[in-house]
């Protein structure tokens, strides 16, 4: 079986402790491969490597660092089959999806950022005639870069490709749960040449190695995704430190649908947007919010609609809903639409984990799930869930819908259905999120900022908001007489 391996100073290298842990494949619930049980002295390596390299990096001509970049995109390309594979194989997700989604938009972060940096500029500011000041924006340093499961190699480039090209070098580690394709991204960072120490790839536990680069005394800056209680964690560590910190955390996100909505496009977007990747994309509208005069159309339809999903194994041609990541997770999943049936929740379709035929048996599969009949107050309707379950509720008008809507403590996304140009926004102002879709989802501009309101974090990533991040602003005063 593949043991991956830690890629530190430019280089695969074992843990210092030699000790590994099971990597699952959630399809088939058997292990297939182990990662490093990596710990804070692989941290210190890797600290070592990228201070060592910082000052190189940073001072290096940013056409330089950009050529990096987009050779690794080509790489990443170049690679798709093979890494849509392994994401499929690490996180259960659809072969067809990672194909089309993950790894696609992994190669675009490098070109998007590794691009971008050519046009990131500064300002200066004149005070007439008596002096000007100018910002020199300066990479921050070494940058500590943690991502989560759902969205492996995605969210992963996503942080560290500004990072690099901002001119930081980077101690990363993604989710000890899907490993693989970050491992796969060292072997293309040797490839490409990138200078050694750049980039760093500590694998291993968040209670170890997270721990251990979000308290490391020496790395300035916390670039995390995850869930909103590890993140309150990670501040109450980087806080007192005076850490620079980007939070992207959990999110209980709403879809409002009005009745002079588009129909057809709002019914087939609200699948995609309820079910796609198993429901694990910290985007997806877990709260259906239905105008009263369409309710009994809409759930009768979608609940049609969610019947007719085919869940399957990730490879199957044929699979939209694939394997949850984990077995604690599918167990979570499944313990809340227990709960929600003890709220006086009904069940309108799925409510079960779904057991496959022959090898896949034992893999975590669970039928979408549709709930109708809860309160919006209650725990199932204000918690995250994050799985293929869906909560539908009726409103009678924009005041209601839109108190129930900022009811929870997230404030991530949230999507808006209606033909009605005034309304939309009037909605879009009043919600509280991050990020508002009006007749669709999951569209993304990279240029955008990108985050969350409440307790879905602190900061934004997209365009030259994450180059704001990655370096530190200095403003230079000259008196000119
Ligand atoms: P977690 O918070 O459990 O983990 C995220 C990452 O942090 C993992 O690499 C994890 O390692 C690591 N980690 C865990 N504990 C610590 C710690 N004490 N110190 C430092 N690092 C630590 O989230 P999940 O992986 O379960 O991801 C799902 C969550 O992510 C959901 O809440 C989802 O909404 C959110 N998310 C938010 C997004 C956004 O953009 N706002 C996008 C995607 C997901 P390990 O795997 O070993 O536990």
Request: aromatic share 10%; with cysteine; glycine share 8%.
């Amino acid at each position: 079986m593949q043991y991956i391996k830690n890629y530190i100073n430019g280089e695969l290298v074992e843990p210092i402790s030699k000790n590994y842990i099971d990597n699952y494949d959630p399809s088939r619930g058997n292990v297939y491969s182990y990662i490093p049980d990596s710990d804070e002295q692989d941290v210190e390596l890797a600290y070592s490597a990228a201070n060592a390299a910082f000052h190189e990096w940073s001072n290096t001509p940013k056409d330089v660092r950009s050529k990096y970049l987009l050779k690794i995109a080509e790489l990443i390309e170049k690679n798709l089959d093979k890494l849509a594979l392994a994401e499929s194989l690490d996180n259960g997700k659809p072969l067809k999806l990672a194909k089309l989604v993950d790894i696609p938009r992994a190669a675009h972060n490098f070109n998007f950022y590794g691009t971008g940096i050519l046009h990131y500029a500064a300002h200066a500011h004149s005070m007439e005639d008596s002096a000007i000041n100018y910002t020199l924006r300066q990479a921050v340093g070494v940058a500590g870069c943690i991502s989560p499961w759902n969205l492996p190699l995605y969210l992963f480039t996503w942080k560290i490709a500004p990072a690099l090209a901002a001119g930081c070098t980077v101690v990363a580690k993604p989710s000890e749960i899907t490993p693989m394709t970050a491992y796969l991204l060292s072997e293309i960072c040797m490839e490409a040449g990138l200078p050694k120490g750049v980039l760093n790839i500590v694998h291993g536990l968040g209670g170890k190695v997270g721990n251990a680069i979000v308290s490391h005394k020496n790395i300035p800056l916390i670039s995390f995704t995850g869930g909103t209680v590890t993140g309150k964690q990670i501040a109450s560590i980087a806080a007192p430190m005076f850490k620079k910190l980007s939070l992207e955390l959990g999110g209980k996100n709403p879809n409002i649908i009005f009745a002079d909505c588009d129909y057809e496009k709002m019914l087939h977007t609200t699948i995609n947007s309820s079910f796609q990747n198993q429901g694990q994309i910290c985007l997806c509208g877990s709260r259906i919010f239905v105008e009263r005069g369409l309710y009994e159309k809409f759930k009768n339809d979608f609940v049609a609609l969610t019947k007719k999903l085919v869940v399957g194994a990730p490879l199957d041609d044929k699979t939209r809903v694939g394997a949850v990541v984990s077995k604690p997770h599918m167990e979570k999943v499944l313990s809340y639409i227990e709960l929600a049936q003890k709220e006086g929740g009904k069940i309108l379709c799925g409510g079960k984990r779904k057991i496959l035929e022959g090898e896949f048996a034992e893999g975590y599969y669970i039928e979408p799930t549709v709930i109708e009949g809860l309160p919006y107050n209650c725990r199932t309707n204000q918690e995250e869930i994050f799985g293929p379950v869906v909560t539908i509720m009726p409103f009678d008008t924009e005041e209601e819908v839109l108190s129930m809507a900022n009811s929870v403590v997230y404030g991530l996304a949230s999507t808006v259905w209606t033909e009605h140009l005034t309304r939309a926004h009037r909605m879009a102002a009043n919600i509280h999120a991050g990020i508002v879709w009006i007749n669709c989802w999951l569209m993304r501009d990279l240029r955008t900022p990108f985050g969350g309101v409440k307790a879905s974090g602190v900061g934004r990533e997209g365009g030259f908001e994450a180059f704001d991040f990655f370096t530190e602003p200095k403003n230079v005063c000259i008196k000119l007489k």
